[in-house]
């Protein structure tokens, strides 16, 4: 099991996990118009952190950084239908948050988080309570009425995935 993030840089192994990350979304977000998810999927200012399991993507988390600003938008997340539940989730999730911080410089995620997932992202140390001053994000994460805007700090210290396992 791998946990790799790439943006649209044209490597082809890269490419064939995006897409196929992308078809994951366009299946268990029925909500999102798949030229969206395609779009911002493709688009190199995101970034995906993606689950690899025999060279196969079964999810991933689809990011915004905003370097500027220290902090990132979740857009799109999600578990191949057949393997939720089973913490991969929650591992991807840890993941990004390393990752965020380490390599992007990030204090914090904000995310317009669908009704049913809610759960998940609290789960994940998310709250309904922004705490970010709102100069360092408004104007900057686009209003989606169809979800709850959440927020996660991201701890500066903490080890959250074990690298040399
Ligand atoms: N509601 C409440 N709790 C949940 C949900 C949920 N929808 N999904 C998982 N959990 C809980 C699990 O029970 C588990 O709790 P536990 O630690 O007490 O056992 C914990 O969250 C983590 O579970 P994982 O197994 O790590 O989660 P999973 O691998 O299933 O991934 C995810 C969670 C991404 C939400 C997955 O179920 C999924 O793809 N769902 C469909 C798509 C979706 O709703 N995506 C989020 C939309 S919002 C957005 O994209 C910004």
């Given at each position: 099991?791998?946990?790799?993030?790439?943006?649209?840089?044209?490597v082809d192994e890269h490419?064939?996990?995006?897409?196929?990350?992308?078809n994951i979304f366009a299946r268990q977000l029925p909500n999102?118009?798949?030229e969206y998810i395609v779009r911002l999927v493709m688009?190199?200012?995101?970034?995906?952190?993606?689950?690899i399991r025999n060279n196969i993507v079964v999810g991933g988390i689809t990011y915004r950084p905003y370097a500027s600003q220290r902090?990132?938008?979740?857009?799109?997340?999600?578990?191949?239908?057949?393997e939720q539940v089973k913490g991969y989730?929650?591992?991807?999730?840890?993941?990004?948050?390393?990752?965020?911080?380490?390599?992007?410089?990030?204090?914090?995620?904000?995310?317009?988080?669908?009704?049913?997932?809610?759960?998940?992202?609290?789960?994940?140390?998310?709250?309904?309570e922004i705490t970010l001053d709102k100069e360092?994000?408004?104007g900057y994460i686009k209003d989606y009425d169809g979800g709850i805007l959440m927020e996660?700090?991201?701890d500066q210290k903490l080890p959250y995935v074990d690298l040399a396992t």
């Open positions: 099991l791998k946990f790799l993030c790439y943006s649209n840089d044209g490419m064939i996990w995006l897409v196929g990350l992308k999102m118009p798949k688009d190199r200012t995101h970034k995906s952190m993606m689950v902090f990132g938008e979740i857009a799109f997340c999600a578990i191949t239908a057949d989730g929650t591992r991807l999730m840890n993941h990004l948050k390393q990752h965020a911080r380490d390599a992007d410089g990030l204090t914090h995620f904000l995310t317009y988080a669908d009704n049913n997932a809610v759960g998940y992202f609290v789960k994940q140390g998310f709250t309904k360092r994000w408004h996660c700090k991201i």
